[in-house]
């Protein structure tokens, strides 16, 4: 979950980080350098859109469970691994999270 209230300083980094590859590939830097230097075109594949979105998502993101059985949120708070509950007002929010 990203919250509101971070989706601008996300967005922020996000266009930070994709100038830098932007400025990086007009220096001739290759992807690899950029990435994961002396790491294999599948390392660079795979690590290329953490470059990009991970560190930013992992600063403004939360975790959000749903328990199958009552339908209540575990939310993450502001401290890593401590979580929150809310119990949905209705019934039919125990599946809110599916894609």
């Not at 980080?17 to 220096?27: D, F, G, P």
């Not at 002396?38 to 690590?47: K, Y």
Request: charged letters at 25%.
């Amino acid at each position: 979950m990203l919250p509101q209230i971070h989706g601008d300083k996300w967005a922020e980094k996000e266009l930070e980080q994709l100038k830098a590859l932007v400025a990086a590939i007009e220096s001739g830097q290759s992807l690899a350098d950029f990435t994961a230097p002396g790491s294999s075109e599948l390392v660079v594949d795979a690590l290329l859109p953490w470059k990009i979105s991970g560190d930013s998502l992992a600063e403004f993101s939360r975790s959000v469970y749903q328990c199958d059985v009552c339908g209540r949120l575990l939310v993450e708070t502001n401290r890593s691994n401590e979580f929150r509950t809310f119990l949905p007002e209705s019934d039919d929010s125990h599946h809110i999270l599916d894609a």
